[in-house]
């Protein structure tokens, strides 16, 4: 069987249409080559030469602290701020709910951020008065090393606030130190004792927002066997009645003024 005209002038059109494709490409390829010796290809190379002074080498060191600085801003945020405990709160609540994937960790690491900097926002209002502002001015009465050494004080203030005697007395004696009073304490020494002491305090928090739901769990399971009602999860009774509890206590509200206070 013989194919229709119009058949054969399509392919004919498709195959006349790549090979004027094909003959582009070689022709643009050709004349690259071409004048490849003509313009040269430039390329981008990094390197280390000499500085003209001791100011281009104080520059340098200070972008590239700078850098380093940025780089370890999360772990700094998390670790000398008031946000370990409260997202481990806000994570104990959610599992306390029995609802693990409700509220998304989007919104808890959000919410968490958010009370955090409202937490810290007056020691980072007297870092900003004490060392940021005094530095960044154009007469620079001060140097990049008196700026972070003031910029320590506030936060040793309130990292030392919120720290157990026990933990700050473990690393000190871990570490070899004799200081002779607590603002003399090594901030290396500090840090891993705020941590563990925000820990622990996130984790009695815990405990006591797990009484009452656990309390309505044993409810609702007495309630359910003394029904014969055995063969049904006390999950599905429970879970609506925790949340109304939840729902009527005004609970999140409670439990960021709660956060709020034990900050003071």
């Not at 060191?61 to 008031?82: H, R």
């Not at 620079?140 to 910029?151: G, H, K, M, S």
């Not at 004080?153 to 919120?162: E, N, Q, S, T």
């Amino acid at each position: 069987m013989k194919r229709p005209t119009g058949t054969r002038t399509a392919w004919g059109r498709v195959l006349l249409f790549l090979a004027l494709i094909g003959g582009a490409g070689v022709a643009a390829a050709q004349a690259a080559q071409a004048t490849q010796g003509a313009i040269p290809i430039p390329t981008i190379q990094l390197g280390v030469g000499n500085g003209k002074g001791p100011e281009d080498l104080s520059t340098s060191l200070q972008i590239l602290a700078l850098l380093t600085v940025l780089s370890l801003a999360p772990a700094i945020l998390i670790l000398t701020t008031a946000f370990t405990r409260i997202v481990i709160v806000l994570s104990f609540v959610r599992t306390a709910l029995g609802t693990p994937t409700i509220p998304p960790n989007q919104v808890l690491v959000g919410l968490a951020l958010l009370l955090s900097f409202s937490v810290m926002a007056p020691t980072y209002d007297r870092i900003n008065k004490e060392a940021i502002q005094p530095y960044v001015r154009a007469e620079r009465p001060i140097t990049f090393q008196q700026a972070v050494e003031r910029a320590q004080v506030p936060l040793k203030d309130f990292m030392l606030k919120h720290t157990y005697e026990s933990d700050l007395k473990m690393f000190v004696e871990m570490r070899g130190q004799k200081p002779t009073s607590r603002e003399d304490l090594d901030f290396l020494t500090l840090l891993p004792a705020f941590v563990i002491s925000e820990l622990k305090t996130a984790f009695v928090i815990g405990f006591y927002i797990f009484v009452p739901f656990v309390l309505i769990d044993l409810i609702v399971a007495s309630v359910l066997m003394g029904m014969g009602m055995m063969m049904m999860p006390p999950t599905v009774v429970s879970l609506p009645a925790k949340l109304l509890v939840f729902v009527l206590a005004d609970g999140w509200a409670v439990l960021a003024k709660a956060i709020m206070g034990g900050f003071g």
